[in-house]
């Protein structure tokens, strides 16, 4: 068998070492637990959990969610799979959003306006869905709703 040399770190790699070096965590490491946080602050109750026990009181808290506005842009925002998350890390830039965030009335009231724009953000893909169907592929349909 032949001895396998180390090769010799790309500037990539140095980067990367430094930055886990400076953060105890690697970049990759860092952009996962980054973005299940970001995707995390779209449940209401999480950030209610979250106003409950004073995080959103701690400047360097508040400071790192200033901090993750960078997820706004489409390189990053792609990656995320709840929409909701954006809107409520823009709200959260907000002190008068942080301190509702404490209300439990406040709380269930966005719970429930996240469900019914959920709801009808689904009945109408299905309906969507059901009048392209309706049509077939072109388009046209005769009166009996067939085809042409």
Do not use: C, I
């Not at 709200?91 to 009231?109: C, G, I, S, T």
């Not at 959920?118 to 077939?136: A, C, L, P």
């Amino acid at each position: 068998r032949r001895a396998v040399r180390p090769r010799a770190m790309s500037e990539r790699d140095a980067r990367s070492g430094d930055e886990t070096a400076r953060t105890g965590v690697s970049q990759e490491t860092r952009f996962q637990l980054e973005l299940e946080f970001v995707m995390s602050l779209s449940n209401p109750r999480y950030v209610h959990h979250l106003a409950m026990g004073k995080f959103f009181d701690d400047p360097s808290f508040v400071a790192y969610l200033a901090y993750l506005t960078y997820w706004q842009s489409p390189s990053y925002a792609k990656f995320l799979h709840y929409p909701h998350a954006l809107y409520f890390l823009d709200q959260l830039q907000r002190l008068e959003f942080r301190k509702a965030m404490q209300n439990p009335r406040a709380v269930e009231f966005v719970f429930t306006q996240q469900f019914l724009f959920w709801q009808k953000h689904r009945s109408d893909q299905v309906e969507m869905t059901n009048t392209k169907v309706e049509k077939g592929d072109d388009g046209e349909t005769n009166e009996a709703g067939a085809s042409v």
